[in-house]
């Protein structure tokens, strides 16, 4: 009896839980999550030049940071988490900022040169970076610290200079407009002229008619007098 009871229990539960569901969960699992990064101390970052990404430079796996993430690549796939050492969870697609990163950017660090000019880089402890990333990209930071530390770097800001210098341009429209305001008040002064010569012509026949009507009255005088 202790069988059959054992036996029913198992259908019982085999036809609970849908099989769809069950696959969904060996999906789920079967993503493998990158191993855990033993520190000796918080590492230290250097931020690449012309973006606001930060890189550990001390170890030989790819991690980064950027807008309050880490970020790690891994076998093919991409990982991100709050901590720098553990914590990676699976995320679907590559980060938008990795587009540009140079593939070779660890021999330009060595080097200290980043496009065929001097890097002078600043590394950036752990405790600084989590309290100014933020404000460090809404106010430009890096921008006004001579270009990232490289030397002889064109700023993009200069090349968004001649755009901005373009947008007085639309001031002129309004004077285009007032230019053309004078233009309505000459047909008023058009329609006042007919005005003033038309009572002159209608008082010129009232004046005549008397004139005529005086010799008829007197050569009818004249005849009642013979």
Do not use: C
Not at 169 to 198: D, G, I, L, N, T
């Amino acid at each position: 009896m202790k069988k059959l009871l054992f036996g029913t229990t198992l259908l019982a539960l085999v036809i609970a839980v849908p099989i769809p569901m069950m696959a969904a969960v060996d999906i789920h699992v079967s993503i493998p999550l990158p191993p855990s990064i033993v520190f000796a101390a918080p590492p230290e970052v250097v931020v690449i030049p012309e973006t606001y990404v930060y890189v550990v430079p001390d170890v030989d796996v790819d991690i980064f940071f950027y807008n309050g993430w880490w970020w790690r690549p891994w076998e093919g796939r991409w990982y991100r988490s709050r901590q720098y050492s553990s914590g990676w969870v699976y995320y679907q697609s590559v980060p938008s900022f990795y587009a540009g990163i140079p593939s070779g950017w660890r021999n330009d660090y060595r080097e200290h040169h980043w496009g065929g000019h001097p890097w002078n880089y600043q590394r950036i402890p752990h405790q600084q970076l989590q309290k100014n990333w933020s404000s460090w990209e809404k106010n430009r930071h890096w921008e006004k610290q001579q270009t990232w530390g490289v030397q002889g770097l064109k700023p993009r800001t200069q090349s968004q200079q001649p755009s901005r210098a373009v947008k007085p341009q639309p001031q002129v429209k309004p004077q285009s407009r007032e230019a053309s305001k004078p233009q309505q008040s000459r047909p008023q002064s058009r329609e006042v002229q007919p005005q003033h010569s038309q009572p002159q012509h209608q008082e010129t026949p009232q004046h005549s008619q008397p004139g005529q009507g005086k010799p008829e009255r007197e050569g009818g005088e004249k005849q009642d007098r013979k």
